[in-house]
Structure formats: structure tokens, C-alpha cells
């Protein structure tokens, strides 16, 4: 069962109440209107430090009921730092903390097209910094009262040229990676193959992205998305699966998956030339 919109911008405007918290912003398929009615609504709560930890749980068990809890900022890890997973109405509701001030300088850096991959649980690629940018230029603003929130969306909408220049070179890895696994093949090493395929793979997807101008904040899906792009490299998605069908740690089948990826890798670099012309 989805969450009401009523009760939505209800649970905005009491998470807006809270000493520390300058905004909250709906994101997830919510905000892109692909949701289902068993889909999680995700709440980017944003704040500025000192965040009262103490009233936002407060808030948290008046809407989610006495056994909901949150967090402290950074109990989550680095850069999904906190929040609380709640059941509001029957429907899971996920409250996530954005440090306004980080956003403020994870936009700076995407404009200067500098980014990089962040270990954080829960996610294999790495969490991508410019993410925080792509989430405030594609969420829906549900309470914003000094207008923090609009402003650093209004900057986000443009992507940055600097930023697609900088995801584009970065395939220059994606062929690094491609070398060092194959001395993984003779072995039969299918595991740290995999690995290197899968980061192989995420980096195309965020060149593709990058060359089109869009953001792509969630491993999640990337593949597809990345597909779905106009001037994809052509059966892209279909490509990597097969990549992925043949890691059966039979050395033939390695080598064949490998010499698919390095295809793959070059057709993503001639998709993206043209794209960004």
C-alpha cells in the first residue's frame, strides 16, 4: 500500500519542525512516478549541523508508531549517513539524512568535474559523490523553508559539462581493470574476474551518462538505464549479461568473457564520442 500524498507532505512538514532539519526532499520511484503500491518512499532529510537527534525521533515515533527509531548522523557510515526505516500507515517509509553543507560541496566539485567512488555499505561501486547533486536535481522538494533545497536544485538541473568530461576519461580504467583481470584467466579465478567485470561495467554506465547529461545515482539499475540511452552502444544490456553467463571458472569461457567486456568497453568510448558531440 502506497503512502497517501496527504500524508506525505504531513510527514514533511513534521520532519521540517525538527531543530537541525533545512529540508526534505522525496526521492526513489516515488518522485520518478514508477512506483508500485509495495514500493518503499524514500525522505531525504537535510540538515545542518547540530541535528536534534532527540525530537526527530520524536517525530519518527509519532508517525511510525512507539518501536520506530533513527539514528545519529554517521551511524550508517560515511555517506549514507543515517536515517530510520519506518512502517507509516502500512507503508515503508525511509527516512535518509543529506549533511546540506557536504551536498553544498559535492555540487562544487561535480561542476569542477571532480568525483570519486566512496566505500559505503550496501554499496558495491561505491557511492559516487555527484550523487548527491543528481538526487537534489531529480527528487521532488516537499518542504523547504528558507528555499535551500530549490536553490541547490536549480543548480543541479544543468548537468556539468566538466563532470561528463571527467565520467567519459574515466573509461581509462575500465581498460586498466580489463588488463589486470586477464591474469586471472589462466587460474580459473572467476571471483576477483567478476569483480573487476562488475566495476568495468559500472564505469560504462556512468561514461553513457555522463555523455548524455543525465544522472545516474544508483548502481541499481544502471545497466538498464544506461540501455535505455539513446546512441547506447547497441544490445548493451544483452551484452553484459552474457558477459556475467560465462564467469563459470572454465579459462576458455573467462577468456571469451573478457574479450566481450574489452568489445564493450570500446564501443562504449565510440558511443560516448558521438553522444557528446
Not at 74 to 85: F, K, L, Q, R
Not at 249 to 254: A, K, M, N
Request: aromatic share 8%.
Amino acid at each position: 500500500m502506497a503512502l497517501s500524498d496527504t500524508r506525505l507532505h504531513e510527514l514533511a512538514a513534521g520532519l521540517a519542525g525538527v531543530p537541525g532539519v533545512t529540508g526534505v526532499l522525496l526521492g526513489g520511484s516515488r518522485a520518478r512516478g514508477t512506483h508500485l503500491p509495495d514500493s518503499d518512499t524514500d525522505l531525504g532529510v537535510y540538515y545542518r549541523t547540530p541535528l536534534d537527534v532527540g525530537a526527530l525521533a520524536e517525530s519518527a515515533r509519532f508517525f511510525g508508531g512507539p518501536a520506530a527509531r533513527v539514528t545519529s548522523p554517521g551511524e550508517w557510515g560515511p555517506w549514507v549517513d543515517g536515517g530510520g526505516w519506518l512502517t507509516v500507515d502500512g507503508a515503508a517509509v525511509d527516512w535518509i539524512y543529506r549533511d546540506v553543507a557536504r551536498v553544498e560541496r559535492a555540487c562544487a566539485d561535480a561542476e569542477q568535474g571532480r568525483y570519486a567512488f566512496h566505500a559505503q555499505v550496501g554499496h558495491p561501486l561505491g557511492v559516487p559523490d555527484f550523487a548527491y547533486a543528481g538526487e537534489v536535481a531529480l527528487g521532488v522538494i516537499l518542504a523547504d523553508p528558507a528555499g535551500e533545497l530549490a536553490a541547490l536544485q536549480e543548480r543541479a538541473r544543468v548537468f556539468p559539462p566538466a563532470l561528463r568530461d571527467s565520467l567519459v576519461a574515466g573509461l581509462w580504467e575500465a581498460d586498466f581493470l580489463a588488463k589486470v583481470a586477464r591474469k586471472a584467466v589462466p587460474r580459473g579465478d572467476s571471483a576477483y574476474l567478476a569483480g573487476c567485470l562488475f566495476r568495468l561495467v559500472g564505469l560504462c554506465a556512468h561514461a553513457l551518462h555522463g555523455a548524455a547529461g543525465r544522472w545516474l545515482i544508483n548502481e541499481k539499475g544502471a545497466v538498464a538505464a544506461a540501455a535505455a540511452l539513446p546512441g547506447a552502444p547497441p544490445r548493451f544490456a544483452e551484452r553484459i549479461n552474457a558477459v556475467f553467463a560465462d564467469l563459470d571458472g572454465d579459462p576458455v569461457h573467462l577468456a571469451t568473457a573478457l574479450d566481450a567486456a574489452v568489445d564493450l568497453v570500446l564501443d562504449t568510448a565510440d558511443a560516448c564520442a558521438m553522444m557528446s558531440r
